[in-house]
């Protein structure tokens, strides 16, 4: 059982919508990012926080917005996306923002945009 | 900018081999290399990690060597299972960054009963 739970788990939505994907933590950790898997590319850090302030948005395009209300709980708003944007998307989290902190990955949210 | 590149990106193993996946980096200031494994459908896990202080670390079946002259590490599966078919990613992070980990490209491993 995952100390990181997303949802939702699957979303499709059209490129004039408006929706968001939820991320809570039970790990008591600080840290917690979003993360965007495409098929055959590398993980892509997207936004980091650290006790509730962001700390890296990593050229991320405005239509995907962060929201951290506190240290559990991570938000990934989006609107007026592309087909492109269609991925996996992972939250996680850390003890702290230290090197070496093991990342938690919860199972992702499958987006397809249409 | 890709400053870790991984391969092989997909290997096919005989139950009982050994896997062996590679990864290069380019960044000397990274100091800490950890394997995470992906299995469908779920999140990548931490599976063994490195510092640089170390040449190699063994964690059951699985060991990771490390090169730092070379700035090569890689991943050995000993006596390989049916299942260890996942997506293995190496990854990379240094100090003053916290824990922002940059990733390989991952590699499929497929291990055939």
């Known amino acids: 059982e995952t100390g990181v739970t997303q949802t939702p788990r699957h979303l499709v939505m059209g490129m004039t919508n408006k929706k968001s994907l939820k991320c809570e933590q039970h790990l008591g950790h600080n840290a917690m990012y979003w993360y965007k898997q495409s098929a055959k590319k590398p993980l892509e850090l997207m936004f980091v926080?650290?006790?509730?302030?962001?700390?890296e948005n990593n050229s991320v395009p405005s239509r995907f917005s962060p929201e951290c209300p506190n240290s559990s709980h991570l938000f990934l708003h989006l609107h007026t996306l592309q087909p492109e944007d269609s991925a996996l998307y992972l939250c996680a989290s850390s003890q702290d923002m230290f090197s070496g902190n093991t990342i938690y990955f919860g199972e992702g949210s499958w987006l397809t945009v249409v | 900018q890709q400053q870790v590149k991984q391969s092989p990106q997909s290997l096919i193993v005989q139950k009982g081999g050994i896997s062996i996946i590679n990864c290069a980096y380019e960044n000397t200031a990274f100091d800490y290399f950890p394997w995470y494994q992906q299995f469908p459908g779920k999140g990548p896990a931490l599976l063994i990690a490195i510092r640089p202080d170390v040449s190699e670390k063994k964690e059951g079946r699985f060991t990771i060597s490390f090169n730092k002259s070379a700035k090569q590490f890689s991943l050995h599966i000993m006596d390989s299972q049916p299942g260890d078919s996942a997506t293995y990613f190496c990854?990379?992070?240094?100090?003053?960054?916290?824990?922002?980990?940059?990733f390989g490209e991952g590699t499929q491993l497929t291990v055939n009963p």
């Open positions: 990854a990379a992070s240094r100090g003053t960054s916290g824990s922002r980990l940059t």
């Open positions: 926080y650290n006790f509730k302030e962001q700390t």
